[in-house]
């Protein structure tokens, strides 16, 4: 590359994928902190706040604190798992466990893929066998 191109590279812009991806982050926090704000005034701020009074700064420091080594050692744990069939660090996958988290909480609950048993042909007292294990 001689030294035009350098110089008339280092002169252009961002394209507009790369500003968009340094402004998403900072928009998609912004629009978290109003959302819980909002729920916290449209449930019931007293209670929240008794909480968080309850618990103290250094409380829920501590909290937040084991969450995120958790999650952390979750997302570690992976990268040691796929070792051997992917050639990635291990920071992508701490990344993906906190998306994962933000995406099962927001969402509110646990994602599981369920199995059913397929029915067997065991005729009325099999049937009424499972119903009495289900109860």
Known sequence: MTATQTAARIGTRPSLGRRLLRRVPLLGAAIGVVLALWLVAANDVGAVADAFGRV????????????????????????????????????????LRFVREGVQHHLGGEFRIEHQEPARAEGARGGERQAALRA
Not at 65 to 83: K, S, Y
């Open 56 to 95: 103290g700064l250094l409380g829920i420091f501590a909290v937040v604190l084991v969450r995120v080594a958790i999650i952390g050692l979750c997302g570690v744990a992976w990268a040691r798992v796929l070792t051997g069939l992917v050639g990635v660090a291990a920071g992508p996958f701490v990344l």
